[in-house]
């Protein structure tokens, strides 16, 4: 009987620290007591903003046994990659439209015919030798960016793989691809089409 309690223990031990699958590129952490957004997102790498968010909330309640989703943790360098092409590709464009391209880039890493890495996706070249994102091409992600193009990155990261599944998008008005325009469409944002 005592032997068998000590495996029931360690039988109990073992599941409880199994890590779970991601959801949505978001992790599932349970709050401890004492734990604020601050002190998760300090140990996890991440942003309070970026954790409300992917958590749907406003105010600074955590509940201690509750569980929240801690998005992926990206370097800085990656974000402000990021929103240099996202103000290159969605300058003029809608908020949402600017959030839609920052997930096709994240989009395209978690896809199994991209690069897996920010860097990588976004400096990717054809066969052709052509870059996959024309502001690479002409040298404009080489530009600055905003608050608000930096605040569509960090959305897009905090909903992670809650997309449409979009891993391209064109503006129908400037492009000369002809096969870009028999992907499955998503959705349309401003002047630009989404498609996977």
Do not use: C
Not at 27 to 47: C, L, R
Not at 130 to 143: D, L, R, S
């Amino acid at each position: 009987m005592k032997k068998l309690k000590k495996s029931l223990v360690t039988l109990i031990l073992t599941v409880s620290i199994i890590t779970l699958p991601t959801v949505g590129g978001a992790a599932p952490y349970t709050v401890q007591h004492g734990d604020t957004f601050w002190s998760i997102a300090q140990k996890y790498g991440t942003t309070v903003a970026n954790l409300q968010i992917a958590n749907s909330r406003t105010g600074s309640l955590l509940l201690a046994g509750e569980s929240i989703k801690v998005p992926d943790n990206i370097s800085q360098a990656d974000k402000q990659l990021m929103a240099k092409l996202v103000s290159a590709e969605a300058k003029g464009e809608p908020y949402a439209g600017k959030v839609a391209v920052a997930t096709v880039i994240l989009n395209r890493v978690d896809h199994k015919e991209f690069p897996n890495t920010i860097k990588e996706v976004i400096y990717e070249r054809s066969a052709g030798g052509y870059y996959a994102f024309t502001p690479v091409q002409n040298g404009q992600i080489n530009g600055s960016y905003t608050q608000e193009d930096m605040k569509a990155v960090n959305e897009a990261i905090a909903f992670r793989g809650q997309g449409r599944g979009s891993i391209y998008f064109y503006n129908p008005k400037t492009s000369s691809s002809s096969w870009i325009t028999t992907r499955e469409e998503t959705v349309t944002i401003g002047n630009h089409r989404f498609a996977k």
